[in-house]
């Protein structure tokens, strides 16, 4: 994983968008698990959707909390295959991890008191939104009530 910034300069001289052009994009976990483990309409449109992003230059943030959604199911399956796909797809060049702070849970809090989701969702959303992400890639319609980030339904 890495942080926002590095590679910038070489990767503008390899045609690549500059960093003031490429857009953050929080992916919720739904959207990972369908990449790397979902079921087959799911991941093909979950891998279309993702590779044209990337191909237009979009960067993906997850957190800490991606990887625990993530990880349940194959460490309950004993799946070290399924695992080792997982952290390698956050382990990509083009994924950023933002951390879960302060600043992420007192916004957790009021979008909790406000919209009533859950913990989860209230924590994705805080952490793209203090993480300055420019949309939320999701796959759950409820969550476009939260009018602080552009929510996007997956195609």
Do not use: W
Not at 4 to 23: D, N, Q, T, W
Not at 56 to 76: I, M, N
Not at 104 to 111: H, S
């Amino acid at each position: 994983m890495r942080s926002i910034g590095v590679e910038f300069g070489r990767r503008r001289k390899l045609g690549f968008p500059s960093e003031s052009h490429r857009v953050l994009i929080y992916l919720d976990s739904v959207i990972v698990i369908y990449f790397v483990d979902g079921l087959a309409p799911f991941q093909s449109r979950a891998q279309t959707h993702l590779a044209n992003l990337a191909a237009s230059g979009a960067l993906f943030a997850v957190s800490d909390l991606t990887s625990l959604e993530c990880l349940v199911k194959p460490y309950r399956n004993n799946d070290a295959a399924i695992i080792a796909e997982f952290r390698a797809f956050m382990a990509r060049s083009t994924t950023v991890r933002l951390p879960i702070d302060a600043a992420v849970y007192e916004r957790a809090t009021r979008i909790r008191a406000n919209l009533n989701y859950k913990l989860a969702d209230v924590l994705h959303l805080a952490a793209a939104v203090e993480g300055k992400c420019g949309r939320f890639l999701t796959h759950d319609l409820r969550l476009n009530r939260y009018t602080d980030i552009p929510i996007e339904v997956l195609p």
